[in-house]
C-alpha cells in the first residue's frame, strides 16, 4: 500500500490549499481514510477522517468549519480542502488509511505565514 500526499506549500494567513493524497496498492473503497498533522515540536495529531464511503466525516475541532475533507475512491484519491488558513495550522501534513490506520504516506508540508 502506497499513499502520496501532495498539494502543500507557503500561503498567506486566511489564504486556501487543497492537498490531495493518492492510494494505490489496495481497493481504495475499503477502509475509512484520514489527514493528520504534526507541527514543529508537537506529536501527529488527528486533522480529519472519512469512512470508506464517504458519508461520514469527523473533524478535529480546531479545523471545523474551514477544513474539509472528501475522497473520490474512483480516482483512488483522499483531499482536504483547507480554507481560512492560520499560522497555527502550520505542519507537516499526512494521509493515512488501513483497518487500524497503519498505512501512512510521506507528508506534505503546510506553512502559513502571519
Known amino acids: 500500500v502506497q499513499l502520496q500526499a501532495s498539494g502543500g506549500g507557503l500561503v498567506q494567513a486566511g489564504g486556501s490549499l487543497r492537498l490531495s493524497c493518492a492510494v494505490s496498492g489496495y481497493l481504495f473503497s475499503t477502509y475509512a481514510v484520514g489527514w493528520f498533522r504534526q507541527a514543529p515540536g508537537k506529536q501527529r495529531a488527528f486533522v480529519a477522517g472519512?469512512?470508506?464511503?464517504?458519508?461520514?466525516?469527523d473533524y478535529a475541532d480546531s479545523v471545523k468549519g474551514r477544513f474539509t475533507i472528501s475522497r473520490d475512491n474512483a480516482k483512488n484519491t483522499l483531499y482536504l480542502q483547507m480554507n481560512s488558513l492560520k499560522p497555527e495550522d502550520t505542519a507537516v501534513y499526512y494521509c493515512a488509511t488501513g483497518k487500524i490506520m497503519e498505512y501512512w504516506g510521506k507528508g506534505t508540508l503546510v506553512t502559513v505565514s502571519s
Open positions: 472519512i469512512t470508506w464511503s464517504g458519508g461520514s466525516t
